[in-house]
């Protein structure tokens, strides 16, 4: 790369005569040198910007700074590494190393770069309500989950809304899943905030954060809300609906048509996942956390 200097001798030698050769002469360098130069002037570009090299984990760098934010500048690089390989990287430590440092630095410095939350294996998970069909004239709600890393969908019908049958529900879906991540997400507005607030204990039992996010609350809760709305257009309810009957006599016939829905959705390849959902449940349970023997009781006492 030229000095500004150097280009601009390129530039003056090049105007005089109009010449890459001749141009090329004058200041001492080669004619494919003058014609990029000038290639680069003419289509209207700043040739004395030096341009950065595309770095294999440039496409990771969102979740570094995400990971180096949330852990308020803790988190190892070695740690870091180990996350993003599991995503997909496959660079070095090395470089995994300097760009954790570069991001530290500027994290430390007080700059602050706002990202949604990236997938990562055993991150969230997050999961909504649907209305359901019919169970001999009564009406059904389907609890409807999802990993955010892997994709992986659960869809438990339940009679009510009540803190026991939610209980259950995300007590079903960990135990489907083989494990607990670090967060379980949900989008609440308005009157239906009330009918999905977690008591703590829930959260204790199976180690995990549960959050809440009443949607008009923009500010504090942005990157819940990301995942809420992902919610609210992949999960609930078009797709479900599609493959269920309007009406089914007895809850268990409901149960086994969510468990087929499930299991094909759950086959199906995805157009922004290299694999099924089903066969990246393998890799993303190894970084859920063993799930406790069975759901207290005392957990889902109102």
Known sequence: MKTKEEIMRIFEAFDLTGSYRAAAELVGVDH????RYVEVRSRGSDPTLRRRRTRMIDAFMPKVEEMIERSSGRIGAHKVHEK???????????TTRRAVAAVR????????????WVPEPGLWLQWDWGDGPEIARHKSWLWCAWLGWSRFRVVVPVLDKTLPAMARCLDVALRRIGGAPTYVLTAASGDSAEHQTWTPEIGHHYGLIMKTCVTEDAQPTARSEQAARVAARDLVPTDVHAHLASSYRSLGELEAACDAFAAEVNARPLREAPCRPVEALVDETRWLRPLPGELATECVSP
């Not at 630095?105 to 949604?116: L, M």
């Open 32 to 35: 494919h040198t003058v014609r």
């Open 84 to 94: 993003i390989s599991a995503m997909g990287f496959t660079g070095t430590s090395r």
């Open 105 to 116: 630095a500027s994290f430390h410095a007080g700059h602050r770069v706002s990202h949604p």
